[in-house]
């Protein structure tokens, strides 16, 4: 049997059929590689850090901190809310309605909309 992978035959001398020719194969991973190289690419990156965020949830003191930044977080921005003008808190509360989105998210008032989800609050004049 001829090694030569250069050929398209079309059965080998066992009756398989022949193997796909080294030029057919190039082509195919010219064309098809890319797109599943960065398939994996992507499949890696996001097998590692979920390892890395099961070692980090399974350290009780990184858990407990982040818990407790996110809490804290959540309270400075009620504490912004409450000292807020009445003014400043429906832009505030339009801007998070814009940006966190709901059935009726698309009525804006005074806050302008980039396009990409995010809402800019502006000063509105009286």
């Known amino acids: 049997m001829n090694t030569n992978n250069t050929d398209i035959k079309d059965s ?3 009756g398989k059929p022949a193997r796909m020719g080294r030029r057919e194969f190039n082509w195919y991973t010219f064309l098809l590689g890319p797109p ?6 992507f499949y890696r990156t996001y097998h590692l850090n979920r390892g890395r965020l099961a ?21 400075i921005w009620i504490a912004i809310w409450l000292l ?3 003014e400043s808190r429906n832009r505030l ?11 009726d998210s698309h009525q804006k008032t005074d806050s302008k909309s980039t396009g990409a989800g995010l809402a800019i609050i502006s000063p509105s004049a009286p």
């Open 55 to 75: 070692g980090l949830k399974s350290k009780s003191w990184i858990s407990s901190g982040l818990r407790k930044v996110m809490v804290l977080t959540l309270f």
């Open 84 to 86: 807020a003008s009445d």
């Open 12 to 14: 080998g001398s066992d």
């Open 36 to 41: 599943f190289r960065l398939i994996g690419f």
């Open 93 to 103: 509360t339009d801007a998070v309605k814009e940006n966190f989105g709901g059935p």
